[in-house]
């Protein structure tokens, strides 16, 4: 559980840098320079996720379970997933009507992708998770609001309804890929056993 908490606090402590230490990330930007940042941003990003899915994978097998959901949460679960999966593919595209919206379609996938997992998991290393990236995107998401209204960030401006379109049917493709073989592939569990 140790390893799941520590990877937790670096993963997300990493992608809350501008949130709670800007002075910090424009001091690195300056020594290191764009490219730089960017580059120890990602290695640092990528070994906090090694770590976290490491921590997840250990914790899982030794916590218990603080709350048994019921199983009609399953659907409602996987029905979330398609929301979230098309959000996270409109905020990979340029905006359509559905990133416009949304504002940050990227930060509201996480959020419905937590409290999804949230409602059918009720193991503690699987509340744990799922909670802390739920947190995450509410503290990520008005952190934005708040920089959107200082002028330091700006929406995506819309481009075509098109790219809506192709945010559905990609979206649905891979919700339903990872239901039907990459979610058990990746974690050992499918959600389509009730």
Known sequence: MTLL???IILFLGVH????VSPDFRRSMIASLGEK?????????????????IYGFGRARDV?????????????ITITLMLIAMICFVASLLPAGHIAT???HPMVLSVKIWALAHLLAN??????????????????????LKRRQRAGEITLRPFVSAK?????????????????????????????LVI
């Open 5 to 7: 908490i520590v990877g």
């Open 16 to 19: 809350l840098v501008r949130v």
């Open 36 to 52: 730089g940042w960017r580059a120890a941003y990602s290695i640092a990003s990528i070994a906090t996720l090694i770590l976290l």
């Open 63 to 75: 916590t218990g379970v603080l709350y048994n959901p019921p199983v009609w949460m399953a659907h």
């Open 101 to 103: 919206k949304t504002k």
């Open 122 to 143: 009720g193991e503690t290393s699987s509340v744990l998770l799922f909670a802390a990236f739920l947190a995450w995107g509410v503290i990520l998401r008005i952190s």
């Open 163 to 191: 790219y809506d379109l192709y945010a559905i049917i990609i979206g649905i493709v891979v919700w339903a890929l990872i239901i039907w073989r990459v979610h058990e592939w990746l974690i050992g569990v499918s959600p």
